[in-house]
Structures are given as structure tokens and as C-alpha cells.
């Protein structure tokens, strides 16, 4: 187990209130039995562990006021993501970048809807099954909309793959580009407009002022997650992670570094805070109606959300307290051979 150098990670401070989804019991055991019919997790040390990092808990942080249809998908999506990136950090595909190609052309192919063959396991499964229930809920935009960024998603991965197998540690501007995508965040954003039944119209969502919202309050979740999970990903030997990427970088201490991805989180809440701002006269430009206006804030709301139950959730789960090391989650390779 590679040694620590010694940090002190900051008291990290969202402006936004802490919330909570009251049927957050009702999900969580839904997900863990969702989880185990699937064979995502099989044995009670995974299951105690899945439990442990609590997806339902996150979901009903992200989306405080969603109905129980809509927070079961959303903590089983959650669930999903995080065993797939384990597969991708902590199993055989992290290190094969064959492995890695192949698993996102399956994904693919299951997000274009195709049948699952005989050679499709849980990953797989787990997938095919969120897809078809989003798109009971979810309208056609919507959901092109979600898959793209889910397999935006995907071949980011192949990129990190890639940097692990060459031993090639991102610079900050590449690391910065990807790590929307690395942390799964358009696609769970996507979600916001579910959980409120609302999709932003499209004037207001190409606007820079919208566009600035969803882009700052993605960077302020994945800076808190790479400071909350720092000491995880130095154990593991994960490079992946902001304060990493400076400290090497810039050959700075690791303490300087950790203070460096700190202020950005300061700094980008201060961009989305001027981003609310300018949104309003977006809205004057447009002349978008009462309900247009509402459903919109609503959703930054939502963005909102998200940025501070996620750091509520970080600071609950045992995901990062209790680090899995390599070799010690299972490994679904055996579901991409054809």
C-alpha cells in the first residue's frame, strides 16, 4: 500500500441548504435488492459495502423533491455508475484498453436499444434495464439527449484507460476537459429535469448564461469529489483526480495543491452566482413566460441541489472512508467476450 504524503483536507463550504428526499428509506431498499437480483453485488461483504456507500442516500440528496418512480431510477443509475467505474479503477478492464473499447461499443449498442445476447452479464443487464425504464418516463429528446452524454461518458473512460496503461498523467486543461465526463455529471444533471418533469426550453439552454450554471456547478461537485476522495485514489494509485494532477504538475506539495482545488470551488460558485444574475435578463431578452421562467429556476435549483448534497452525501458514505483496493471487486470482463 503506497504511503500518504501528510494533507489536511479543508472544511468544505456549498452556500445551499441541505435538503432531503423523505423517501429515501423506500429506495434504498429497493436498490440493494435491484442491485443483488442483477447480480451487481452477490456476496454480503458486497452487499454490506454497497449498502455502506448508500446510492439511495446520494439520490435523495441530488433530488430532494422526486417522485418514488424517479429516485429508484436515479439510485439505481447512481448504483450502476459507480460499480461500472469500479470495473474501470479497480478490475481487469482498468488495464485493457481491448477490454475497454469493447465495452463501450456494447454500451452503445445497448443505449441504440439492441437485444442483449447470451454473453450479457449484470453490467450489462443493468444498463438494458435503467434504458427501458427511462424511456417510460423520459420523451425522446430527453432521452437523445441523455444517451449522448452517457456515452460521452463511456469513451472518456477508454481516455482514462488509456492514460493508466501508459502511465501518463493528464495536465490540468486535459484533466479539466474530461472530468465532467469522468465523474458521469451531464448525464446526471439530466436527470434534474426527470426528477422536475420539466426540460428547459432550447433558447434558454444554449444561452452562455445557462450553459455557465450547469458547467460551474459540474466542476464544483467533481472538485469536491477529488478532494473528498483524495486519500482513497492515493492509496489506490489513481492519478485521476485534481489535487493529483496539480501536485504533479506543478511540483508543488500535495497541502498546496489541495488549497489550489479548494478556491476553485470558491471561485466557480462565484461564476454561478453571476450566472443566476444573468439569467434573468436572458429571460427579459426572450420574453419567457411565467411558467417557462419557473420550470428553468427550478432546475437551477436543482443544480444547486446537487452541489450540496453531494458534499452532505461525500461526507456520509463509507465509499470513501473504507477505500476497495485493486483486485478486490469483482470483475464482469467475462460479459464482453463475444
Same mark, same amino acid.
Given at each position: 500500500?503506497?504511503?500518504?504524503?501528510?494533507?489536511?483536507?479543508?472544511?468544505?463550504?456549498?452556500?445551499?441548504?441541505?435538503?432531503?428526499?423523505?423517501?429515501?428509506?423506500?429506495?434504498?431498499?429497493?436498490?440493494?435488492?435491484?442491485?443483488?437480483?442483477?447480480?451487481?453485488?452477490? $456476496?454480503? #461483504? &458486497?452487499?454490506?459495502?454497497?449498502? !455502506?456507500?448508500?446510492?439511495? +442516500?446520494?439520490?435523495? /440528496? %441530488?433530488?430532494?423533491? =422526486?417522485?418514488?418512480?424517479?429516485?429508484?431510477?436515479?439510485?439505481?443509475?447512481?448504483?450502476?455508475?459507480?460499480?461500472?467505474?469500479?470495473?474501470?479503477?479497480?478490475?481487469?478492464?482498468?488495464?485493457?484498453?481491448?477490454?475497454?473499447?469493447?465495452?463501450?461499443?456494447?454500451?452503445?449498442?445497448?443505449?441504440?436499444?439492441?437485444?442483449? $445476447?447470451? #454473453? &450479457?452479464?449484470?453490467?450489462?443487464? !443493468?444498463?438494458?434495464?435503467? +434504458?427501458?425504464?427511462? /424511456? %417510460?418516463?423520459?420523451? =425522446?429528446?430527453?432521452?437523445?439527449?441523455?444517451?449522448?452524454?452517457?456515452?460521452?461518458?463511456?469513451?472518456?473512460?477508454?481516455?482514462?484507460?488509456?492514460?493508466?496503461?501508459?502511465?501518463?498523467?493528464?495536465?490540468?486543461?486535459?484533466?479539466?476537459?474530461?472530468?465532467?465526463?469522468?465523474?458521469?455529471?451531464?448525464?446526471?444533471?439530466?436527470?434534474?429535469?426527470?426528477?422536475?418533469?420539466?426540460?428547459?426550453?432550447?433558447?434558454? +439552454?444554449?444561452?452562455?448564461?445557462?450553459?455557465?450554471?450547469?458547467?460551474?456547478?459540474?466542476?464544483?461537485?467533481?472538485?469536491?469529489?477529488?478532494?473528498?476522495?483524495?486519500?482513497?485514489?492515493?492509496?489506490?494509485?489513481?492519478?485521476?483526480?485534481?489535487?493529483?494532477?496539480?501536485?504533479?504538475?506543478?511540483?508543488?506539495?500535495?497541502?498546496?495543491?489541495?488549497?489550489?482545488?479548494?478556491?476553485?470551488?470558491?471561485?466557480?460558485?462565484?461564476?454561478?452566482?453571476?450566472?443566476?444574475?444573468?439569467?434573468?435578463?436572458?429571460?427579459?431578452?426572450?420574453?419567457?413566460?411565467?411558467?417557462?421562467?419557473?420550470?428553468?429556476?427550478?432546475?437551477?435549483?436543482?443544480?444547486?441541489?446537487?452541489?450540496?448534497?453531494?458534499?452532505?452525501?461525500?461526507?456520509?458514505?463509507?465509499?470513501?472512508?473504507?477505500?476497495?483496493?485493486?483486485?478486490?471487486?469483482?470483475?464482469?470482463?467475462?460479459?464482453?467476450?463475444?
Amino acid at each position: 500500500m503506497p504511503e500518504i504524503p501528510p494533507i489536511s483536507l479543508p472544511d468544505l463550504f456549498i452556500p445551499y441548504p441541505a435538503k432531503l428526499n423523505p423517501f429515501e428509506a423506500v429506495v434504498a431498499e429497493h436498490t440493494i435488492a435491484w442491485a443483488r437480483k442483477l447480480k451487481l453485488i452477490e $456476496d454480503e #461483504t &458486497a452487499t454490506s459495502r454497497f449498502a !455502506g456507500e448508500s446510492y439511495s +442516500r446520494l439520490v435523495a /440528496r %441530488l433530488y430532494p423533491e =422526486a417522485s418514488v418512480p424517479v429516485l429508484a431510477l436515479a439510485a439505481d443509475l447512481n448504483s450502476w455508475f459507480h460499480v461500472y467505474d469500479d470495473q474501470f479503477e479497480l478490475a481487469e478492464v482498468g488495464s485493457d484498453p481491448d477490454l475497454a473499447r469493447r465495452m463501450a461499443d456494447k454500451f452503445r449498442a445497448v443505449l441504440d436499444g439492441a437485444p442483449l $445476447d447470451t #454473453t &450479457a452479464g449484470p453490467i450489462l443487464h !443493468g444498463l438494458a434495464d435503467i +434504458r427501458d425504464r427511462m /424511456r %417510460l418516463h423520459a420523451g =425522446a429528446q430527453w432521452w437523445h439527449r441523455f444517451a449522448t452524454h452517457l456515452q460521452d461518458c463511456f469513451e472518456t473512460a477508454q481516455w482514462e484507460v488509456d492514460n493508466r496503461t501508459t502511465g501518463r498523467i493528464p495536465d490540468p486543461d486535459s484533466y479539466v476537459e474530461h472530468k465532467l465526463n469522468i465523474a458521469y455529471v451531464p448525464p446526471s444533471f439530466d436527470l434534474i429535469e426527470l426528477a422536475e418533469q420539466f426540460e428547459v426550453p432550447d433558447e434558454i +439552454r444554449a444561452s452562455a448564461a445557462y450553459r455557465t450554471l450547469v458547467h460551474e456547478a459540474g466542476h464544483v461537485v467533481v472538485c469536491t469529489n477529488d478532494l473528498i476522495g483524495l486519500r482513497r485514489e492515493l492509496l489506490q494509485g489513481e492519478f485521476h483526480n485534481l489535487v493529483i494532477v496539480y501536485w504533479k504538475a506543478l511540483s508543488c506539495p500535495l497541502q498546496e495543491a489541495v488549497e489550489m482545488v479548494n478556491q476553485k470551488i470558491s471561485e466557480r460558485i462565484g461564476v454561478f452566482e453571476g450566472a443566476k444574475a444573468d439569467l434573468l435578463r436572458v429571460f427579459d431578452e426572450l420574453g419567457t413566460d411565467r411558467n417557462r421562467r419557473h420550470g428553468t429556476l427550478r432546475c437551477v435549483m436543482g443544480l444547486e441541489n446537487w452541489m450540496r448534497g453531494y458534499l452532505d452525501w461525500a461526507k456520509e458514505t463509507r465509499r470513501f472512508a473504507d477505500p476497495v483496493l485493486r483486485g478486490q471487486v469483482t470483475g464482469f470482463q467475462r460479459e464482453l467476450v463475444d
